[in-house]
């Protein structure tokens, strides 16, 4: 039994419903994150089609908090209320709840839920710390968390139905991977304006409305200036000083209180610097990147200075989609692009646009050649090369790179 009609020709996303599939059918809350539009609901149509393939007579309860016909479900008590009424009395229900934090002390009717062992939970947010601080405590153990990325590279085709190739990936660094693109003309009018519409919805819900912004133009300057300056170094006080120089006054814990804002909604993902020879993180000074590229390159423009940004951009989100932890490398005065871990294991990442010139060889080659252990070092270009490696550091073409689960 289901409560309403899937859609029709849903594009799988395996390798999200690898994730899930272990933890299906356990006492433990299956919650998906991310940024509004990268495809969180359809990824719950997957799962039940998945529990209505073992099972075709199912009880699924699906709640859609963008739909007005659950409206009135607005607190813990609402929605549990609405479970408690709709469930099956006498099997297992697969309860599915889209955009759970527009529920108020959502939580509270989570952690009572959980603790009928008839139900099968699932459900989205686009909030980052959805399940974060006192909430995970309530919910210690008893969840798993699983962040949902825009579309890779081999997703974006997929879902286009293109082939690989460099036209085909210009398209895709562009107009980045929101899944709905498939149904628009992909051409800058068209998309842009989509994307623009998109970045407004997450900009007033996700953030003006959740954390009741009043300096809504000066969120706004932010976030175009980090998307002028994707994969620089900054540091609150340093943003705060060089928007005085623009007559924008706002002091510096203005800054990271929007800045977390900004991560919060999924628009920009920080990253963190890691010295290398003292093994610590630094507390001042981090690059952003934008979760999207195409909502970057709609606000900013797609600029032709800007193909080095944008290509650090691109394989700094292939590497979160990928699972890896990531950080950016400092050792002495030098920069590693990305320091990235997964499984106890490291690789050393440099990000160069081309590495024809002598100057970027020695700059790239001689930071990775300055770590003296023993893991991965890669170069990534947009240069198709098929050749040696330079001292065993491995160069590889984004276009490959995007192919591969790295």
Same mark, same amino acid.
């Given at each position: 039994?289901?409560?309403?009609?899937?859609?029709?020709?849903?594009?799988?996303?395996?390798?999200?419903?690898?994730?899930?599939?272990?933890?299906?059918?356990?006492?433990?809350?299956?919650?998906?994150?991310?940024?509004?539009?990268?495809?969180?609901?359809?990824?719950?149509?997957?799962?039940?089609?998945?529990?209505?393939?073992?099972?075709?007579?199912?009880?699924?309860?699906?709640?859609?908090?963008?739909?007005?016909?659950?409206?009135?479900?607005?607190?813990?008590?609402?929605?549990?209320?609405?479970?408690?009424?709709?469930?099956?009395?006498?099997?297992?229900?697969?309860?599915?709840?889209?955009?759970?934090?527009?529920?108020?002390?959502?939580?509270?009717?989570?952690?009572?839920?959980?603790?009928?062992?008839?139900?099968?939970?699932?459900?989205?947010?686009?909030?980052?710390?959805?399940?974060?601080?006192?909430?995970?405590?309530?919910?210690?153990?008893?969840?798993?968390?699983?962040?949902?990325?825009?579309?890779?590279?081999?997703?974006?085709?997929?879902?286009?139905?293109?082939?690989?190739?460099?036209? %085909?990936?210009?398209? +895709?660094?562009? $107009?980045?991977?929101?899944?709905?693109?498939?149904?628009? !003309?992909?051409? *800058?009018? #068209? @998309?842009?304006?989509?994307?623009?519409?998109?970045?407004?919805?997450?900009?007033?819900?996700?953030?003006?409305?959740?954390?009741?912004?009043?300096?809504?133009?000066?969120?706004?300057?932010?976030?175009?200036?980090?998307?002028?300056?994707?994969?620089?170094?900054?540091?609150?006080?340093?943003?705060?000083?060089?928007?005085?120089?623009?007559?924008?006054?706002?002091?510096?814990?203005?800054?990271?209180?929007?800045?977390?804002?900004?991560?919060?909604?999924?628009?920009?993902?920080?990253?963190?610097?890691?010295?290398?020879?003292?093994?610590?993180?630094?507390?001042?000074?981090?690059?952003?990147?934008?979760?999207?590229?195409?909502?970057?390159?709609?606000?900013?423009?797609?600029?032709?200075?800007?193909?080095?940004?944008?290509?650090?951009?691109?394989?700094? %989100?292939?590497?979160? +989609?990928?699972? $890896?932890?990531?950080?950016?490398?400092?050792?002495?005065? !030098?920069?590693? *692009?990305? #320091? @990235?871990?997964?499984?106890?294991?490291?690789?050393?990442?440099?990000?160069?646009?081309?590495?024809?010139?002598?100057?970027?060889?020695?700059?790239?080659?001689?930071?990775?050649?300055?770590?003296?252990?023993?893991?991965?070092?890669?170069?990534?270009?947009?240069?198709?090369?098929?050749?040696?490696?330079?001292?065993?550091?491995?160069?590889?073409?984004?276009?490959?790179?995007?192919?591969?689960?790295?």
């Amino acid at each position: 039994m289901i409560n309403f009609e899937l859609p029709k020709n849903i594009n799988n996303r395996s390798v999200y419903i690898d994730k899930v599939r272990p933890f299906m059918n356990s006492n433990l809350i299956k919650v998906f994150t991310g940024q509004r539009r990268v495809g969180k609901s359809y990824l719950l149509y997957q799962i039940i089609q998945e529990v209505l393939k073992y099972n075709e007579t199912a009880t699924i309860l699906y709640i859609n908090k963008e739909d007005l016909a659950f409206s009135e479900i607005k607190t813990a008590q609402d929605l549990n209320n609405y479970v408690q009424i709709h469930k099956s009395k006498t099997e297992k229900t697969y309860l599915f709840i889209d955009e759970i934090q527009d529920i108020e002390n959502f939580e509270s009717a989570l952690r009572s839920l959980i603790l009928d062992l008839q139900l099968d939970i699932y459900c989205t947010g686009s909030n980052a710390n959805l399940l974060s601080g006192d909430i995970a405590g309530y919910l210690s153990g008893r969840y798993i968390e699983i962040q949902v990325f825009s579309l890779s590279y081999i997703e974006f085709l997929e879902f286009q139905e293109l082939e690989s190739n460099s036209k %085909n990936l210009g398209l +895709y660094l562009k $107009y980045g991977g929101l899944p709905y693109l498939k149904h628009l !003309k992909l051409e *800058d009018e #068209i @998309v842009f304006e989509y994307l623009k519409n998109i970045y407004s919805t997450i900009v007033y819900r996700d953030i003006i409305n959740r954390f009741s912004v009043r300096n809504v133009a000066f969120l706004e300057q932010l976030i175009l200036f980090l998307a002028s300056n994707t994969g620089s170094i900054f540091s609150a006080k340093k943003i705060s000083d060089f928007l005085k120089s623009q007559r924008v006054n706002i002091a510096p814990n203005q800054v990271q209180i929007y800045n977390r804002y900004l991560v919060n909604a999924f628009i920009i993902q920080v990253v963190s610097r890691y010295d290398i020879i003292g093994k610590r993180l630094f507390e001042f000074g981090e690059k952003y990147y934008f979760e999207n590229l195409g909502i970057r390159n709609a606000l900013w423009g797609y600029r032709l200075e800007d193909q080095g940004k944008i290509l650090e951009n691109a394989v700094y %989100n292939h590497l979160a +989609y990928c699972g $890896y932890k990531i950080s950016i490398g400092i050792i002495g005065n !030098k920069e590693i *692009d990305f #320091i @990235v871990e997964k499984n106890g294991e490291k690789k050393y990442i440099q990000v160069a646009q081309s590495i024809h010139e002598e100057q970027t060889i020695k700059r790239e080659f001689g930071n990775l050649l300055a770590i003296k252990d023993n893991y991965p070092k890669i170069v990534i270009t947009m240069d198709a090369f098929s050749g040696n490696t330079v001292e065993g550091i491995e160069i590889v073409a984004l276009e490959t790179f995007l192919l591969t689960a790295f």
